[in-house]
């Protein structure tokens, strides 16, 4: 069902039951069964964030959040901190706090991109964390995880933030509040005002994905998950929230967002229609999702799988007098030269920022027929001279048809990466293109079970036991039958003394 948002003056005191919020939590609270592919699709996910996550474990940001959750011991109503031995748990909102950074910090999970864009598998670890803490079942935070992908890709469908220069998380503050509602069985009331809350809390702006990334980038994601956990739990005890937020006169989407005209004391029109399951309606939305087969910013994957392709033809890459990519206008400008941010092309920038660069990644990708999610990145090969020179030659354009087709409704027309051009120093011209990254549903090798286990397997290796590897897969692939109580197995733990500590703070 198909529901229309606008901005509503104060006085005309507009019914909860017409607002977004409220239809939301209606979408949380409906207690529809949960679909088998949907559940394998969950599943799925638990091991793709599981995988991404561990292979991070390490790396400084994710010290230092794992620093600060430690700093939050919780023996009874406690989570899990991946990497952490079982025995210690924390308070959840600070286990969501370590885990969401930690999933998020390769930028190698899933992805859904419409009318703006997220990776809703960031979901998960506040919707895991609170059903650890209250100690719910498998099936449970089945039910959970479908509405957290449920509510953040219809809201992604339908309201773009990115062009207000809003980061995404705003849609997932809402989405991880719903989800844990689902969880914990709460009442429409409840939910409606977690949601509000959430919202209100999570609204930050886009600089933290422009010109000089910085680590804030996986801190985001995993930020508004703490947050969601917080109004929930303020809302359980009776606390209220700014209402209504989408529609209100001094709302999100007036002030934030497209609700106001030219005028500042004049609304505009409807300007978002949101699609939402009706009551009954099973929650199937993480279907049209899908994950990254290689460590970089979505729009680069489709490009990196072509870049592939064409180095075959290649006999010497020297020989190149430049490169077009001609694409969408997201990937234009935001991981291409539309950006006009210099530190896209700085051999010295950051991974954060390596990996929103689409001429980085061409030209790696093009020079090694590989992808790696630390040797691609690695210091020495970035500075490569040849590296250097070969990147300082790609340029992309903005081209309507690919702009279309980033937005088509119809999946089989939807396409994210682009068409290249390939122009040698003797005149010569090769061109290719390719629309969907191979492991796309849509693309040459669809991810499936298998491949979320081998992309486990091989992101893990050397940093778990093979035990404790086998363990992990085979506890997640039996989440529907695991008891209440029972979901601190999910958690995968180092050998002991394998978890590196970071710099003293506060906690």
Same mark, same amino acid.
């Given at each position: 069902m198909i529901h229309p948002v606008k901005v509503h003056p104060s006085r005309a005191l507009l019914p909860r039951e017409e607002q977004l919020a409220w239809k939301m939590a209606a979408v949380a609270t409906d207690r529809v069964a949960v679909e088998k592919d949907v559940q394998a699709m969950i599943i799925n996910r638990i091991i793709d964030n599981t995988a991404v996550a561990i292979a991070a474990i390490n790396r400084r940001p994710v010290v230092s959040a794992r620093d600060m959750a430690l700093g939050h011991p919780r023996k009874a109503g406690g989570a899990q901190v991946l990497g952490v031995k079982a025995a210690t748990t924390v308070s959840p909102e600070w286990a969501a706090w370590a885990n969401g950074t930690?999933?998020?910090?390769?930028?190698?999970?899933?992805?859904?991109?419409?009318?703006?864009?997220?990776?809703?598998?960031?979901?998960?670890?506040?919707?895991?964390?609170?059903?650890?803490?209250?100690?719910?079942?498998?099936?449970?935070?089945?039910?959970?995880i479908a509405t957290g992908y449920e509510i953040q890709i219809d809201l992604v469908r339908s309201v773009c933030l990115h062009e207000h220069k809003v980061d995404h998380i705003a849609h997932l503050g809402p989405s991880a509040a719903a989800g844990i509602g689902t969880l914990l069985g709460l009442k429409q009331e409840v939910v409606y005002q977690a949601i509000q809350q959430a919202l209100h809390t999570t609204i930050t702006f886009r600089q933290s994905r422009k010109g000089e990334i910085s680590s804030w980038k996986a801190y985001a994601p995993?930020?508004? !998950?703490?947050?969601?956990?917080?109004?929930?739990?303020?809302?359980?005890?009776?606390?209220?929230?700014?209402?209504?937020?989408?529609?209100?006169?001094?709302?999100?989407?007036?002030?934030?967002?497209? !609700?106001?005209?030219?005028?500042?004391?004049?609304?505009?029109?409807?300007?978002?229609?949101?699609?939402?399951?009706s009551p009954g309606e099973p929650k199937r939305a993480i279907l049209a999702s899908y994950t990254?087969?290689?460590?970089?910013?979505?729009?680069?994957?489709?490009?990196?799988?072509?870049?592939?392709?064409?180095?075959?033809?290649? $006999?010497?890459?020297?020989a190149i007098e430049r490169i077009v990519i001609h694409t969408s206008h997201h990937t234009h400008n935001v991981i291409g030269t539309g950006a006009k941010d210099p530190q896209k092309m700085d051999p010295k920038a950051s991974r954060e920022t390596l990996d929103h660069s689409i001429m980085f990644a061409f030209a790696v990708a093009l020079q090694d027929g590989r992808w790696h999610h630390v040797d691609s990145y690695a210091p020495k090969r970035v500075a490569r001279a040849d590296t250097v020179r070969l990147w300082h030659k790609i340029e992309t354009r903005?081209?309507?048809?690919? $702009?279309r087709r980033y937005h088509a409704k119809d999946p089989d027309e939807l396409a994210f990466g682009g068409r290249v051009e390939i122009l040698f120093k003797d005149?010569?011209?090769?061109?290719?293109?390719?629309?969907?990254?191979?492991?796309?549903?849509?693309?040459?090798?669809?991810?499936?079970?298998?491949?979320?286990?081998?992309?486990?397997?091989?992101? $893990?290796e050397g940093i778990i036991t093979a035990r404790e590897a086998n363990r992990f897969l085979e506890t997640v692939q039996d989440l529907p039958r695991m008891k209440a109580g029972t979901l601190g197995a999910l958690n995968v733990a180092l050998p002991a003394g394998a978890l590196r500590q970071g710099k003293p703070g506060i906690f």
């Open positions: 930690a999933v998020r910090e390769l930028d190698m999970h899933d992805t859904f991109l419409a009318a703006d864009y997220s990776h809703p598998g960031d979901n998960i670890p506040p919707i895991l964390a609170v059903a650890q803490a209250m100690e719910r079942s498998g099936r449970d935070l089945i039910r959970g995993a930020h508004a !998950g703490k947050l969601a956990i917080e109004a929930v739990d303020r809302c359980m005890r009776g606390e209220g929230a700014p209402s209504p937020i989408y529609e209100g006169e001094d709302s999100v989407i007036a002030w934030v967002l497209s !609700g106001r005209s030219n005028r500042q004391d004049v609304f505009g029109p409807v300007y978002y229609h949101v699609p939402l399951p990254k087969e290689h460590s970089a910013e979505y729009q680069s994957q489709a490009l990196i799988d072509l870049a592939f392709r064409m180095r075959e033809r290649i $006999t010497d890459v020297e903005e081209d309507p048809e690919w $702009t005149g010569a011209r090769l061109v290719d293109e390719l629309g969907v990254a191979n492991a796309h549903p849509n693309g040459a090798r669809p991810f499936a079970r298998p491949d979320y286990v081998a992309k486990f397997r091989s992101l $893990t």
